[in-house]
């Protein structure tokens, strides 16, 4: 029974082959897009690893620096670093905008991150590896890029309105979104996040000058006071916390709620955002995709497949007419479903191989999603052949020598 089909499709190969192309494409893309939220979930999983941290320490009732905007005095590190449990506490802050080379007219969206003075492996927030140059070591103008977002060593890029010079290179460092991060000094990353133009601080100077209440003749100081407060930021989105040995993250986390009226994530919580809100509507879009486009294919191979068997309405009526059992008949057809099923995703495999590094956004390829997909093909194929099935078993013998 086999030859009978292997003898079919050698028959037919042109239609056969060009049809397995084509659905090969399909199991490609569907690939590519479960590669691309495997890539999403990744890429918020290394934000927090490469992160350092144990717990996130962020404005009260947000849901913290990667989800909503947070904001906290850059003092309470202090404070948090005298509970007990607390092994490191640093401040950071994250501004995601557009980075434009001194020279070129092109820009890059990445995600600015601003980190606390210290040193690697001890200071949460720093990039843990590089593949190139150093790490930051001056208090300004210095920065440290993703390779992803095209800087080279040496390359000056503009943030707001200072200047940068690139001193280090990483890899793997971007944001839930896929942005590639770079990191600057602290101080810069505050002035950049909360910066005015200068017609927006004039106006502000003016505004003050004008309150009575900061303008006292008795007070000469005071203007001057609070023209310098107004232009300073003391503020920082999160607090990322390491843990001493021993002590339990939830525990913790719960002290610095109850004294320091802060809210605190743990690593699972943080986890749980970033996978089931950040990126929850994404998902459900992919799977919609998913499902059509493994109707689509069904479609595809119960049309070659109804097609194919009605060229040979003849021989099949002659094969019964023959003594042929139905369920040999029925076993070529699903046979050829099934050969059809497995040169396309051959075809879907390589092509997706191929084309995941050419896609803007990180594809995270893994075995599993493949060995599923070629079941759930080989699946969409046997229900495919259903029809061309019944319709062959209903097939007269009588046609084999009928006009």
Known sequence: MISLAGRDILHSWGKFVFTGVGLGLLIGVTLVMAGVYRGMVDDGKA??????????????DTLGPYAESSSINDGTYRTILAM????????????TMQVRKDEGKSDVRAM????????????PG????LIAGRQLTRGHYEAVAD????????DRIAIRRNHYTIVGLTRRMVSSSGDPMLFIPLKDAQEAQFLKDNDAIWQSRRR???????????VPGLLDAVI???ST?????????????????DEVAESIRRWKRLTVYTRAQMEDILVGKLIATSAKQIGMFLAILAIVSAAIVAFIIYSLTMDKIREIAVLKLIGTRNRTIAAMILQQALALGVIGFVVGKITATFAAPLFPKYVLLIPFDTIAGFFTVLVICVLASLVAIRMALKVDPAEAIGG
Do not use: C, M
Request: proline share 9%; aromatic share 8%; hydrophobic share 45%.
């Open 233 to 249: 930021n003391a503020f920082v989105n999160a607090v990322l916390v390491t843990l001493k040995p021993g002590h339990a993250p």
């Open 228 to 230: 310098a407060s107004q």
């Open 47 to 60: 934000l927090l690893d490469n992160s350092g941290a144990d717990l996130w320490v962020v404005q009260r």
């Open 147 to 154: 390779i992803a977002s095209g800087f080279k060593l040496g």
């Open 208 to 218: 003050t000058e004008a309150n009575p209440a900061f303008n006292q003749a008795g």
């Open 84 to 95: 007990p449990g607390v092994a490191r506490a640093s401040n950071i802050t994250y501004l």
């Open 126 to 129: 720093w990039p843990p590896y």
């Open 112 to 123: 600015i991150v601003g980190i606390a003075p210290g040193e690697l492996g001890v200071t």
